[in-house]
């Protein structure tokens, strides 16, 4: 027997005219938004002298019940209408809880108790909100996962509870729910139950809430057969708790308390192109752009971080592999973080049933780990041990089943890959050394099924063979429009921002370099504590101490990431000392021949790792190379180059007393304590020079004088603290004075710059 035959045989007396009652006992709309009614008629019929009340047809695909504001009110005028004649109505407004249970339970045999109710209808989904198309956005809900499958499996497991274990149920849910009133529980049938819990909790807590009721009332078989046919909507609920949970809070520097950004607040999509061409930005304030292998991107290329996987290849078919890279802190993670929550919320990518998050730094973790029962893994092993609610996920099998695994941070991963002797995996439980199921992953044979989104610095992703990738990205940092809207989003107070937007355009150079996300944060960080003090914002800020800011994270996040130091145990060994001296030493005979490119050989040169200087130190990036088997290397823009060589001269200066400008004798016989001597070198190589070749140079190394710079914010890391301090800057301001008297036009700005970044002091 059909449920709408068995509710009327519940319901209904017998009668004679069937087809007349059937009109006049017919269901209201769902109150729930989704549920499709009825049809109506739209005349009024008469009967012996009664009028049959009808409801009018509604416009529209989606019918909504209207419901009083009040959720107190115990019924509405079409629940009095379609009440069956006979049903249990318990009344709320005047009993206490006690006095209800005992007249229900006297009342429990009672025939009229509803314990079944109709089948929901069909949903009807408006056009504009769901995309036939599955390479248009939002995307459709897989079956299960959408809501009518909930809804109706919900109602058929209550319709199979007794009188009894339904009262139960009702009760136990009522009181572990504080959100839903006794009436909202009690009245009505089955069918208006699960509708309003949907309606007030949401599919996912009404399935998370139910299952719990179940159990709690000793129904493990109801709640284990109702998670078991809720099982792809109860794994997609727990991976987007996780998804919320990790990304909802963006995690920008040392987390300060009460300073959190929320992601979807302050997120400002960075330009992601299908054309990479290496990230580094070619402007300079004075320099003529450098030569790069190929041409900046142009807007057509670019493609959102949610349509990665709407992509096709040449043939038409769907990307499987999508590689993602860019230079360190363009704001990869943070493309993850949206692409997780944007999924997780239903605001893009609704047709991938799951996104599971197996980071390269995780896996690094786990074959490291030193478990005996982790040596050999399974990729199901893994997506258990980071998701236990995943255990045993048997859709990762289906044709049908569209997920994506997101591989971020692959430079994390430090073992070398064979790609081509690596044995081949085919199956999901396979067990087998981590190294090898990397591979595996990549090359498609174990979790066939999946989109991968691979992220890395392109040193790192290099090795990975073309064959293995179907779209390779590059992140490209923010446009002018994207920075100011970065800096304004941030704030709530208008004349703040204002003032943080208007700063930072102040500086040239500074103004260039704010399109990668990271400089971006600083500048809203930095200028943010200045601005809390009386006075600030007179004068231009100062480069100098940017720069070495950018230094000091990225070498406290190459311990960090790569060497598992915790935030209190960074303190830089002499290993982190001599990579800055050797990458500064190459930037400066680089600067010396006025190249912008280095190659593996120049690496060797200067004793510099290969891994060291484009992976790990966060301060240089690898081209895309148009010569075979010829690496192409940079410094992630060409101030980067010129403020390590200021670096490296300030050093070696301060720490050994050598002038390693003075040309004139050998550098170990160059041995001076005065700055000016060191300063006087400096601004003659400037002016003898092109111009724009030293002139960013001499700025930054006249701003690592000052005494911010070497004591408050270097010291500790490259040089001691409470050092003496340095003399004869009197001698260096008059030099520099001197020169801006007798220089050429176009060199005298430049010259301010550098007397303004060694005397102006930090407010």
């Known amino acids: 027997m059909d449920p709408d035959s068995e509710v009327e045989r519940i319901f209904r007396p017998e009668i004679e005219d069937e087809e007349e009652e059937t009109k006049k006992w017919k269901r209201p709309p769902s109150s729930y938004g989704s549920m499709k009614s009825d049809e109506k008629e739209d005349e009024e019929e008469e009967n012996n002298g009664d009028v049959i009340m009808v409801l009018p047809e509604t416009a529209g695909t989606r019918l909504q019940l209207n419901r009083p504001e009040s959720p107190e009110t115990l019924y509405t005028a079409t629940t009095e209408q379609t009440k069956p004649p006979g049903a ?63 809804f109706r499996t919900i109602q058929n497991i209550l319709t199979g509870l007794t009188k009894e274990e339904l009262l139960k149920f009702k009760m136990m849910f009522y009181q572990w729910q504080p959100g839903i009133t006794f009436m909202q529980v009690m009245e009505g049938d089955i069918l208006d139950f699960v509708d309003k819990i949907m309606e007030i909790l949401g599919q996912d807590r009404c399935i998370l809430h139910t299952i719990t009721t179940l159990q709690n009332v000793n129904m493990k078989d109801k709640a284990d057969e109702l998670e078991e046919q809720c099982k792809r909507a109860w794994i997609r609920y727990y991976l987007k708790q996780y998804a919320i949970r990790y990304h ?41 752009y450098p030569s790069l292998p190929s041409q900046v991107p142009s807007a057509s290329t670019f493609v959102s971080v949610n349509d990665l996987f709407r992509m096709q290849t040449c043939d038409g078919k769907p990307v499987r592999t999508v590689l993602t890279t860019g230079i360190p802190g363009i704001g990869l993670t943070v493309s993850v973080a949206k692409f997780s929550m944007d999924w997780a919320e239903l605001h893009a990518n609704r047709d991938v049933q799951f996104v599971i998050g197996l980071s390269f730094s995780n896996l690094w973790y786990l074959r490291n780990k030193g478990d005996s029962d982790l040596e050999t893994v399974s990729i199901m092993d893994v997506i258990e041990y980071y998701y236990p609610e ?160 950018f230094v000091i994270v990225q070498i406290n996040r190459r311990l960090q990431f790569y060497y598992g130091k ?101 550098p170990k016989l160059s041995k001076s304590k005065s700055p000016v001597d060191l300063i006087q070198c400096a601004v003659t190589r400037t002016l003898k020079s092109p111009f724009g070749q030293y002139d960013i140079f001499l700025r930054f190394l006249c701003g690592l004088l000052n005494e911010d710079g070497f004591e408050n914010q270097l010291g500790g890391c490259l040089y001691q603290r409470r050092a003496p301090k340095l003399s004869g800057l009197d001698e260096v301001q008059h030099l520099l004075e001197q020169a801006i008297q007798s220089a050429k036009e176009e060199r005298v700005e430049n010259l301010k710059e550098c007397l303004r970044e060694m005397m102006q002091e930090d407010e």
Request: glycine fraction near 4%.
């Open 88 to 150: 249990l109505v318990i009344e709320t407004g005047s009993c206490e809880l006690e006095d209800l249970l005992e007249e229900a339970e006297e009342d429990i045999d009672d025939d009229n108790l509803v314990t079944n109710s109709p089948e929901p209808p069909e949903p009807v989904e408006p056009e504009d909100e769901m995309q036939a198309d599955e390479n248009s956005q939002p995307g459709r809900l897989h079956p299960e996962q959408d809501l009518p499958h909930i």
């Open 248 to 288: 909802q809070v963006i995690r920008e520097g040392v987390p300060r308390p009460g300073k959190q950004h929320l992601l979807g607040t302050i997120y400002v999509e960075p330009q992601i192109s299908t054309c990479p061409y290496g990230g580094v930005d070619p402007s300079h304030e004075f320099r003529p």
């Open 390 to 549: 995943c255990k045993d996920m048997k859709y990762l099998e289906e044709e049908d089943c569209k997920f994506v695994i997101i591989m971020d941070s692959f430079d994390c991963y430090q073992a070398p890959l064979e790609w081509e002797k690596a044995p081949v995996i085919n199956d999901n439980y396979t067990k087998t050394h981590m190294d090898n199921l990397v591979v595996n992953i990549i090359r498609g044979t174990v979790l066939r099924g999946a989109r991968v989104w691979i992220l890395g610095r392109a040193a790192a992703v290099s090795q990975i063979p073309s064959q293995f990738i179907d779209a390779f990205t590059e992140a490209l940092g923010f446009s002018d429009e994207m920075k100011d809207n970065f800096l304004t989003r941030r704030f709530d107070q208008a004349v703040l921002a204002a003032n943080i937007v208007a700063h930072s355009k102040r500086l040239p150079t500074l103004r260039q370099l704010t399109r990668h996300p990271f400089i971006c944060w600083m500048v809203a960080t930095v200028f943010e504590r200045c601005y809390s003090y009386e006075g600030y914002g007179v004068h231009p800020p100062r480069l100098t101490p940017f720069y070495a800011f």
């Open 566 to 666: 915790n935030d209190n145990d960074l303190k830089w060994s002499s290993n982190e000392k001599h990579l800055l001296l050797k990458l500064g030493k190459m930037a400066f005979k680089l600067l010396e021949r006025n190249t912008f490119e280095f190659f593996e050989e120049d690496m060797k040169e200067y004793d510099l790792n290969l891994m060291d200087v484009t992976v790990f130190s966060g301060l240089c990036t690898e081209l895309p190379s148009t010569q075979a088997r010829k690496r192409i290397f940079c410094f992630l823009h060409v101030t980067f180059q010129e403020f390590m060589a200021a670096l490296y001269v300030f050093t070696m200066f301060r720490a050994e007393s050598n002038n390693v400008l003075d040309s004139r004798v050998l």
